[in-house]
């Protein structure tokens, strides 16, 4: 009952749950590669005017960006955290926020955000903690799991045991860049999916993992990566500048 489609030069993925006469799409992708989403999606057997709805698991361009498109080829709404909608609907507010990821110095990295972000889209209905998606037959469950970013969800179906999760661990070992926001909030978030032994974790980024033991192991080097970078930031701040 789960598919999905990846285009471009990246591994994002955007999820297709159910039958293509009435899925339900997680996240979006850019909104510069909207056109081959869609067209990956047309292939797929999904029609417009047959989505059920456009959900984002976070407020980074690369999962939003394409929602808008998504939704207007669609005519489905977009669904998502209340922290994800206001970049939702307001690209720019996300582009110019103190602690940015992105550079914010010229107007050519505004005219690069904006490609990608896309413009402002409407966001229909504000996913909060322990909401329910009733979705042809399956009750998708939404965890809040901020870390990698403030308004990250994740979708937990509790019978078949599979979580979407966004970006919570991006193959999370060394090199792993999944930390945005702080270490504590990352930590619960990584062990409250851990926790729940999921069979199938659907990432944001590359292959879906199966099986228990794989994804524990997934979680388990995010969690070892996440010690290792907290340990880096501390010893640094401990370190005394040299006697002159």
Do not use: C
């Not at 955290?81 to 206001?86: D, I, K, P």
């Amino acid at each position: 009952g789960v598919g999905f489609v990846r285009v471009g030069n990246s591994e994002n993925n955007v999820y297709v749950v159910g039958p293509a006469g009435n899925p339900l799409i997680i996240d979006g992708h850019y909104d510069s590669d909207a056109k081959d989403t869609i067209a990956a999606l047309e292939k797929a057997g999904i029609k417009a005017g047959r989505v059920r709805a456009v959900v984002i698991t976070h407020a980074h361009d690369d999962h939003f960006g394409g929602a808008g498109a998504l939704a207007k080829w669609s005519r489905a709404p977009i669904w998502a955290h209340v922290a994800t909608a206001t970049e939702v609907e307001d690209p720019w507010g996300g582009f110019a926020r103190p602690g940015s990821v992105f550079p914010n110095s010229t107007m050519a990295d505004w005219d690069n955000y904006r490609s990608k972000a896309g413009g402002p889209a409407r966001v229909d209905r504000l996913l909060r903690e322990g909401d329910v998606i009733e979705h042809e037959g399956l009750r998708l469950e939404v965890l809040h799991i901020p870390g990698h970013d403030r308004s990250a969800i994740a979708l937990f179906e509790r019978t078949g045991r599979w979580v979407f999760s966004g970006d919570l661990a991006q193959r999370g070992g060394k090199g792993w860049l999944g930390l945005f926001t702080d270490v504590a909030s990352q930590r619960r978030s990584l062990i409250r999916v851990r926790d729940l032994k999921p069979e199938w974790y659907f990432g944001g980024h590359g292959t879906p993992l199966s099986d228990v033991a794989n994804i524990q192991r997934e979680l388990g080097s995010a969690l070892d990566w996440l010690d290792t970078l907290e340990k880096s930031v501390l010893d640094s701040l401990r370190e005394k500048s040299p006697l002159r």
